[in-house]
């Protein structure tokens, strides 16, 4: 009787263990696990937001749901190494170079990369640019993928917690610029300082891409990464994902730098910032109708 008693119990803690490849926190082949930091209006801690959004929709084609986790900026890539997650974004990004080829990265939009400042504080001074940024007080976000290029180049750098920390010390002449994406600094402009929103300006840098990473080491990764990819393919060719990523930017206002090669003759090569600020806007960043 006893030994039943512990074959029974063998047996049920076996199916709380999950399944080999699978990560630590999924219980579910139809359920994925993606870690995120926090980074509105990409995603927020609720998992929601124009990335949660699109990520979703593609991994929806193949039956496969999504939970997201959000941590600090420098952590998913130890959650994926370690099979906590199945994915984690903003993609390649978090990749070192060292660990590219055990890696796959589907990327699925860009990030125009933006230096961003407050203009009333440069009445009696140059504005910062692109090649003179030496002498200003620059606001980066701890551990951000760019630290140690502008650590550098020189820049004097200011540690940033979270974006909207960012933007409220440029407003306060904490910070001279500050790192930032033009969707992610529009958007919490005009969310936290509306009627100064249009004094924020941005000197626009090179894009970059954005996506899930998966690891490369398993069956179930890299399936879990060929039904993202079709699921991209099946939302961009439906139109789904130009009716996404236009919740967020806005109807015919999306910059063509920020769309892949696949769509990128439906974005726009004259993006209007004010009108982009004259939207009315849920929570997630996302335009009401």
């Not at 990560?23 to 995603?43: R, S, W």
């Not at 929709?57 to 130890?78: Q, T």
Request: glycine fraction near 8%.
């Amino acid at each position: 009787m006893k030994n039943i008693s512990i074959i029974a119990f063998v047996l049920i803690a076996a199916c709380f263990l999950p399944a080999a490849g699978m990560a630590k926190g999924v219980t579910n082949d139809n359920t994925i696990l993606v870690a995120h930091h926090y980074y509105p209006p990409y995603y927020n801690k609720r998992g929601e937001g124009l990335a949660a959004e699109l990520f979703r929709a593609a991994f929806g084609k193949s039956g496969i749901s999504v939970e997201f986790r959000s941590v600090p900026i420098g952590r998913p890539l130890s959650l994926l190494l370690n099979k906590e997650v199945d994915a984690i974004s903003p993609g390649r990004l978090s990749i070192p170079d060292a660990l590219k080829e055990s890696t796959i990265s589907v990327d699925v939009f860009n990030v125009l990369l933006t230096w961003v400042y407050f203009e009333p504080n440069f009445t009696t001074r140059e504005p910062p640019s692109l090649g003179s940024l030496l002498d200003f007080k620059v606001g980066l976000l701890n551990q951000s993928p760019w630290h140690e290029l502008h650590k550098a180049q020189g820049l004097n750098l200011f540690g940033i917690t979270y974006p909207e920390q960012g933007i409220k010390m440029l407003r306060n002449s904490r910070i001279d610029v500050y790192e930032s994406t033009v969707l992610s600094g529009l958007f919490l402009t005009g969310n936290l300082f509306a009627k100064d929103a249009h004094k924020f300006k941005y000197i626009t840098r090179e894009p970059a891409a954005v996506g899930l990473s998966f690891l490369n080491s398993t069956a179930r990764q890299r399936s879990l990464a060929q039904a993202f990819t079709q699921g991209l393919n099946r939302i961009i060719s439906s139109g789904k994902y130009m009716q996404i990523v236009e919740g967020y930017w806005g109807k015919g206002n999306v910059p063509n730098e920020a769309l892949p090669d696949a769509v990128k003759t439906h974005g726009s090569a004259a993006f209007d910032a004010d009108r982009f600020l004259s939207e009315t806007r849920d929570f997630n960043g996302k335009i009401l109708k």
